[in-house]
């Protein structure tokens, strides 16, 4: 019996495996979260959670009960679907019958349909027959009669226009020419029929015949040689245009090169190459030529063409072309000739003629490969936008000005831009050597002021002031820039740049570096004992207030050239052709001014380190074994302490504008004094107890100063930032868990050794061997505590860096009792 249920059970899994598509269809209409449902139920898995412990088995009856309700309640609910799908068969018939005849009468009313309407078709297309005839007659007359009408008027309009050129009529001319000519377009088809071909070619014949008339009158009234005639025939001439409009363009084109050529002939004469009046100092006398011939021709000939000619234009854009040619060879006759001041005369003069041609024309005549618009500049961002009147009251806060200041409004194209003045560009060379020599000048000044003048006073209220002679020097590279880009924004920019690189670093390195205070070697005049007497007030740093005002306004002004060329190289960029950008590179003079930032923190914290040294040393040469008792802090911490309240208020006053600088200083100088400190500390031997703690009190009260130190002698308390605490709370904690080894006593060795190992975690034998010399142990007594730490140090582990100090001290069973009771507040929390 037990093998046929085993058979049967097996029968029923087999027959309720259902494929995977069913069973994703009815969990998404049957969604339900009773394991029961699930196609993976597995039985046992569903009573061990009925029953997780043998506990639990005392409510098995309770159990048993519920699932056997569950079980007649499904039965019930299995018969009553059961007894409802007995009719649902029938039903079904019935329904797709009674759907089947339904599509059978629609498709017999869907034929019907279908023949009525291609009847009705049929019928249409019989009554609209005669209809369709009617309109296509009705449309091929209206056609026929428009084309005669047409021919009648392309014949008389013929015969009219040659009537009409023999007479120079052209005012009746230009109108009737345009008309025919439209005409004639509408034969365009028919062109094959003899009569039409001939029509046509007496057009061609009549407009070539114009062509020629109109010129040959040109030439009469504006012959190539000699003066102007009078201009009587103006009017025939106004005609003329008009005429000229509608024939070939070429015809319009010979009318206007004539006309200008004719115009411009006396300037080539009075301006030749070997004339007074053609050299750049009397550039003024063509602009003047120019202004009163234009003023001649709009008296005398602007009625002649037509407005859309643009003729006042064509003649001052000729006369640009032959001034750029002209001025191009007789400088590049003349070079050694070209001053500066000559030069920058002559491209002021050019460029104010190029503005005032923008004024008064559009630039519709000119073409792009002749003219290139200039770019409008960009929108202010930086202070090398400055406005002029803002250079000319010598603003030097360039970036409070950026900010304060609107930005400009975008200036329109100037299609006249360079139309002249680009002659000038191979010759920039001139301006750009003056520039090299004025910015020598000006540097060798800026030293020979510096050494009049000399250190800056100290300026405590409004911190480090940057040198006068940084914002002298960006303000004359904004000028030069403006007015070199004026010139050309091609290679002269790139010339210009390089100077500017040039003298950048000549000011980094006479004005900047040059004036760094000079150090020297450690104060070895002070004795001990001249040392511990000091009085409180008593002058020991090497470096003047002077000195460190100085020291810091050059950190100051190196940060400020930073900042200033920075935006001087994205300025550049803006100005010079998009094809030159990538050659703008001023990185390398912003890691000068960064290495001058880099050396001028160095110097303070050298300054003061070694105002700290005549300290430690007394420190280190004090007889510790002796000390008797613990007292006060010891007088070469207050020495320390003296020396900083001197110098740390200056220099984080003169550095309130640059704060992050004051704390690069706190950062190297802690990295610095700390090290030496601990240092000479392992020179304090041998050591007593009392010693020790005189000695973990003083380093406790040095820890609390340099704690302070980014505030000390401040009115305002700030707190320190993190990553300045971190480096004296670690390296001053060395320092005290070294002191606290000292203290404790080196019987029993094993005790000593771990207690040496867990509290500063070094596996560095010297280390140990400074702290065995600090205790005054023998060196018998050294050897075998030297040996029993070799064996107790713990095994690094594999692939660890052995260079670097590690975290030796294995866990205790406190700590890991720590570490689960954190552990099971944190899974606590997280439920």
């Known amino acids: 019996m037990e093998e046929d249920d085993l058979d049967l059970v097996e029968e029923l899994e087999a027959a309720l495996q259902l494929a995977p598509e069913v069973q994703l269809a009815i969990e998404q209409v049957f969604p339900s979260q009773d394991p029961l449902d699930r196609a993976d139920f597995n039985a046992v898995e569903y009573i061990n959670t009925l029953f997780p412990t043998e506990q639990s088995l005392a409510n098995i009856d309770d159990v048993v009960n519920k699932i056997k309700l569950k079980i007649r309640r499904l039965d019930d609910n299995i018969r009553t679907v059961v007894r409802g799908q007995t009719s649902v068969g029938q039903d079904g018939r019935e329904a797709l019958e009674e759907a089947q005849k339904a599509i059978q009468q629609l498709f017999g009313k869907i034929k019907d349909i279908k023949d009525k309407a291609e009847k009705s078709e049929q019928m249409v297309k019989e009554i609209t027959r005669d209809i369709k005839q009617l309109d296509h007659a009705k449309r091929h007359l209206t056609t026929s009669i428009t084309t005669l009408n047409h021919l009648h008027m392309l014949a008389g309009g013929v015969d009219s226009l040659e009537a009409m050129t023999r007479k120079r009529q052209y005012g009746e001319v230009a109108n009737l020419l345009q008309g025919v000519v439209n005409v ?65 363009p070429r015809i319009k084109q010979e009318i206007i090169k004539k006309f200008i050529k004719q115009h411009l002939s006396e300037y080539l004469v009075l301006f030749q190459e070997n004339q007074d009046v053609a050299w750049l100092d009397k550039i003024d006398r063509r602009y003047a030529w120019i202004k009163r011939q234009l003023v001649d021709y709009e008296e005398k000939y602007i009625p002649m063409f037509p407005q859309e000619w643009c003729m006042t234009e064509r003649i001052s854009v000729d006369f640009c072309h032959i001034t750029r040619t002209e001025l191009a060879k007789i400088m590049c006759t003349r070079a050694k000739e070209i001053e500066v001041k000559l030069l920058l005369f002559a491209i002021q003069r050019t460029t104010n003629f190029e503005g005032l041609l923008a004024k008064r024309f559009s630039g519709c005549t000119l073409s792009d490969t002749v003219v290139k618009k200039a770019e409008p500049p960009p929108p202010n961002t930086n202070p090398f936008l400055e406005d002029e009147s803002v250079l000319d009251t010598g603003e030097t806060t360039l970036e409070k000005a950026d900010i304060d200041r609107p930005k400009k409004p975008k200036v329109p194209d100037n299609p006249f831009h360079s139309i002249i003045s680009k002659c000038f560009e191979p010759h920039l060379y001139v301006y750009i050597e003056s520039q090299d020599k004025n910015l020598s000048e000006l540097i060798d000044r800026f030293v020979g002021d510096f050494k009049a003048q000399g250190p800056p006073r100290p300026n405590v209220d409004e911190g480090g002031a940057v040198l006068p002679s940084c914002a002298d020097l960006f303000v004359y590279y904004k000028k030069c820039m403006v007015q070199c880009s004026q010139l050309s924004t091609g290679e002269p920019m790139i010339a210009l740049t390089t100077i500017f690189q040039k003298y950048l670093r000549e000011y980094a390195r006479k004005i900047l570096s040059g004036n760094l205070p000079k150090t020297t070697g450690g104060g070895g005049g002070l004795t001990i004992s001249s040392l511990l007497k000091e009085k409180e007030g008593s002058e020991v740093a090497k470096f003047t207030v002077e000195e460190l005002c100085l020291v810091c306004s050059i950190l100051s002004t190196a940060e400020y050239c930073l900042a200033t060329t920075q935006q001087l190289e994205e300025k550049l960029k803006e100005k010079v052709d998009a094809s030159l950008v990538e050659r703008i590179n001023l990185m390398g003079e912003m890691d000068t001014f960064s290495i001058v930032i880099s050396n001028s923190i160095q110097h303070l914290v050298q300054d003061l380190d070694a105002a700290c040294d005549p ?48 704390t690069q200083f706190c950062i190297k100088f802690a990295n610095s004094f700390i090290p030496k400190f601990i240092n000479h500390l392992f020179k304090c031997k041998p050591i007593s107890m009392v010693g020790a703690e005189q000695l973990l009190l003083d380093t406790h009260s040095l820890k609390m100063v340099l704690l302070d130190l980014p505030s000390i002698g401040s009115q305002v308390v700030r707190k320190a930032p993190a990553s300045y605490t971190k480096i004296v709370v670690k390296g001053m904690t060395r320092a005290e868990m070294i002191l606290k080894v000292v203290m404790a006593p080196h019987e029993p060795a094993v005790v000593f050794v771990d207690n040496y190992i867990k509290l500063l975690a070094d596996c560095s034998t010297d280390t140990f ?14 050897s075998t505590m030297l040996d029993l730490f070799r064996q107790r140090l713990p095994a690094p582990p594999s692939g660890a860096d052995n260079a670097g100090p590690l975290s030796l001290a294995a866990p205790t069973p406190e700590q890991e009792s720590s570490r689960i009771r954190k552990l099971e507040k944190l899974i606590k929390k997280r439920l």
């Not at 029929?193 to 009234?221: C, H, M, T, Y």
């Not at 061997?769 to 050294?782: A, F, V």
């Open 615 to 662: 300290a430690l040393t007394a420190m280190s040469k004090m007889q510790w074994q002796n000390v008797e008792h613990v007292g006060d802090q010891s007088p070469y911490v207050t020495s320390v302490i003296l020396h900083i309240k001197q110098n740390v208020p200056i220099i984080r006053d003169n550095l309130a504008s640059t704060r992050k600088y004051f």
């Open 184 to 248: 004639l377009e509408h034969f365009s088809k028919y062109l094959g029929i003899p009569q039409i071909r001939q029509l046509s070619e007496r057009v061609k014949a009549a407009q070539n015949e114009l062509g020629q008339q109109i010129l040959a009158d040109f030439e009469e009234v504006f012959p190539s040689q000699g003066t102007k005639k009078a201009t009587a025939h103006s009017n025939i001439l106004r005609d003329a245009c008009l005429v000229a409009n509608v024939l070939d």
């Open 769 to 782: 061997q400074k702290i065995l010399d600090m205790k005054g142990l023998k060196r018998s007594e050294q």
